[in-house]
Every structure is written in structure tokens, then in C-alpha cells.
């Protein structure tokens, strides 16, 4: 269960060109994980609060999602924003 949410966080995020339900799912979480990672958040601090998960129990995974989302949330405001414009999911 997402920590931000009712819609389960995946280990990785979509990696497409195309906005996905997922995207659209975790849009607010997307902001606040780059909000995070931009003010310098500690992958610990970040996964406990926003993914609802303990980095020092689970550093691998924790890793990996936080990574993955991250990508995914740069993705989101370098190019998934014109497609959320166009009112498309393509």
C-alpha cells in the first residue's frame, strides 16, 4: 500500500513515452518525491514517508524504487507534463 494513497507503489515505475495509469495514480507522489530528492531528503527520510518502506531493513529496494520513481518524476517534468497538457495518455 502506498505510504501517499491507496494505489500500491511498484518497485519500478513506468519507463515509457507514455503517460500510464500508474502516472496517473501517483502524479502527487511523483511531485513530493522530486520535491524531496531536490531539497536533499535523505533515501531514508524518503522512503519511510513517501513509500511507506525502511531503507536501512530494505537498502536494495529501497534503492530501487526510489530510483526508479525518481527517473520517472524527472521524466514527468522534462516531457510527461505536455502530454498531461495535450489531455492524452499517448
Do not use: E
Given at each position: 500500500m502506498s505510504a501517499t494513497g491507496t494505489t500500491p507503489i511498484s518497485d519500478l515505475?513506468?519507463?515509457?513515452?507514455?503517460?500510464?495509469?500508474y502516472?496517473?495514480?501517483?502524479?502527487t507522489l511523483y511531485l513530493r518525491?522530486?520535491?524531496?530528492?531536490e531539497s536533499g531528503a535523505s533515501l531514508q527520510e524518503?522512503?519511510?514517508?513517501?513509500?511507506?518502506?525502511d531503507a536501512d531493513k530494505e537498502p536494495e529496494r529501497a534503492r530501487k524504487i526510489y530510483d526508479s520513481h525518481l527517473a520517472r518524476a524527472r521524466w514527468m517534468t522534462e516531457?510527461?507534463?505536455?502530454?498531461l497538457l495535450e489531455?492524452?495518455?499517448g
Open positions: 515505475a513506468p519507463q515509457g513515452d507514455d503517460l500510464t495509469d502516472d496517473h495514480a501517483h502524479m518525491l522530486f520535491d524531496a530528492a524518503i522512503s519511510q514517508i513517501l513509500f511507506g518502506l516531457h510527461g507534463y505536455r502530454k489531455g492524452g495518455n
